[in-house]
Nanobody, 122 residues
Framework: VQLQASGGGLVQAGGSLRLSCAAS????????MAWFRQAPGKEREFVAG????????FYRDSVKGRFTISRDNTKNTVYLQMNSLKPEDTAVYYC????????????????WGQGTPVTVSS
C-alpha cells in the first residue's frame, strides 16, 4: 500500500486545515486508517483513527471536538479536518494503515505516508 499525504501548511491559531491521504496499491476499503503526528523532539503520537467501513472513529483526548477523521472509499482517500487549531498542534502529520482493527500504537501500522507539516502560529 502506498500513501500520499497532503494539505499541511501554516495557519494562525483558531484556523482550520484539511489533510488528505490518498492510498493506492491494494483495496483501500479493507484497511483501517489513522493519522499520527510528531512534533520536534517528541515521540510520534496517535491523533485519530477510522475503521475500514467508516463506522467507528477514535480520537486522542486533546483533539476531540476539534478534529474529524473521515474517509471516502470511492476515492481511496482519508481526511482529517482540523478546526480551532492551537500552537500545540504543530507537528508533522502522517497517515498510516493496517488491517485487523484500529490501534493507537504506531508500531502496529506497517504502511505510512511521507508526512505533511502543520505549523500553527500564536
Amino acid at each position: 500500500v502506498q500513501l500520499q499525504a497532503s494539505g499541511g501548511g501554516l495557519v494562525q491559531a483558531g484556523g482550520s486545515l484539511r489533510l488528505s491521504c490518498a492510498a493506492s496499491g491494494r483495496p483501500f476499503s479493507s484497511y483501517d486508517m489513522a493519522w499520527f503526528r510528531q512534533a520536534p523532539g517528541k515521540e510520534r503520537e496517535f491523533v485519530a483513527g477510522i475503521t475500514w467501513s467508516g463506522g467507528r472513529t477514535f480520537y486522542r483526548d486533546s483533539v476531540k471536538g476539534r478534529f474529524t477523521i473521515s474517509r471516502d472509499n470511492t476515492k481511496n482517500t482519508v481526511y482529517l479536518q482540523m478546526n480551532s487549531l492551537k500552537p500545540e498542534d504543530t507537528a508533522v502529520y502522517y497517515c498510516a494503515t493496517r488491517t485487523g482493527g484500529s490501534s493507537g500504537r504506531a508500531t502496529d501500522y506497517p504502511y505510512w505516508g511521507q508526512g505533511t507539516p502543520v505549523t500553527v502560529s500564536s
